[in-house]
């Protein structure tokens, strides 16, 4: 192999098409088995139980938003903006490496393996890990992840209501889903990105695409992300994880599949001493769970047997959405059938019967702005100009929607 090809791989994409990897330091951390794990974790977690061609991992995802990065900054820097061969590789470095830190099933699992550790932070501490690894290499990385270096537009394109991670999911789980839905305009609005005042904008000829995707994301959280069926399934997980947590407590053998998940179910306090253990969290992926839950069908406890069972089976508990939230004599009454039903006490039916929200939000003019700059010099926010779909005053069909929902077994 000549050292030109082993600084240059070319990913085949479904998605975007062909990939360029032409950094070694880049090439260097794609095959680190900090990121090689990502092949193994579902970027959708359970919305392959829906839409069957849903999966797609975390690591098809990051290359993803890699390559958008990469034409991203190329656009940018082809309108003048001031960027360095430093800044352009820290960028690129610390979009790969944004969900380094997501754990088994991602977002369904994050609050109940590692209390209290968001992904964000496990994402941090496997760059710095890294970097004390490739020799500080990783330093401008970290800057531009953690919005500390200077220049905040990069910062912008990471995490954002327009970063390039969103355009990329929305992308690439349209694609693999088939929900035409959340197809979104990419390739125009990044060639609309621009950089004012040291903030990311975008020019006033994308507005309407800029709309469509706020709009696209929104469908696609209704019809996919909080399916109820998918919404269902990530609950009986946790109440799986919850059921496993509490017999623990009690002093009952539950062992898992792995010595990396059973690690971090036998040792709760793990959480408050995580970087410790960086290295056993490195080793989790999708398969430590779904190995466990089908060794505990056979658990001779019957509520996570049982839930284990459903989870393997794909007979989920039946779930109905509401608007207002249901009456807890309602819930009662559903658990004492419950009960009955499988010889459990009315406690343990609280696995099996159970309220919860589901909520989604178009664009939170609170959070991270979409500035739109105008020929004239002037700045809006998408929310402010005229003619909006996306508006302030619109907050009851745009803003935060909120939906109830109940779980109860059905007939399996």
Known sequence: MNAKSATRKIINDPVYGFITIDHPTVLAII?????????????????????????????????????????????????????????????????????????????????????????????????????????????????????????????????????????????????????????????????????????????????????????????MYWQVYLHKTVVSAEMTLVHALRRAHQLIAKGQTVEAATTALNFFLQNKAAATDIKQHLDLFCRLDDHDVMASIKNWCQHPDPVLSELSRLIVNRQLLKIRFTKEAVASSTVSTLRKETAARLAISEEEAAYFVFTGEACNTTYNPNDERIHILFKNGDVKDISEVDNALINHGSSKAYGEIKKHFICQPGNN
């Open 31 to 219: 095959s680190h088995p900090y990121y090689q794990r990502l092949r193994n974790i579902h970027q959708m977690a359970f919305a392959h139980l829906v839409y069957p061609g849903a999966m797609h991992s975390r690591l098809h995802h990051s290359l993803g938003a890699y390559h958008l990065m990469g034409i991203a900054l190329a656009e940018l820097k082809s309108k003048g903006v001031a960027i360095s061969e430093e800044e352009e590789l820290g960028a690129r470095l610390a979009i790969l490496l944004h969900d380094c830190g997501h754990g088994p099933f991602s977002h369904a699992l994050e609050k109940e393996l590692i209390p209290g550790v968001h992904h964000e932070q496990l994402s941090l501490l496997i760059m710095e890990k890294l970097n004390e690894e490739f020799q500080g290499k990783l330093t401008t990385a970290i800057e531009i992840f953690t919005n500390r270096y200077p220049k905040k537009f990069l910062h912008q394109l990471i995490s954002g209501q327009l970063d390039v991670d969103r355009m990329d999911y929305l992308n690439r789980d349209s694609f693999f889903t088939g929900v035409a839905e959340g197809v979104i305009g990419y390739d125009r609005i990044l060639k609309m990105l621009t950089v004012h005042q040291d903030q990311l904008m975008v020019e006033e000829k994308a507005i309407f695409s800029i709309e469509k995707f706020l709009i696209s994301r929104r469908l």
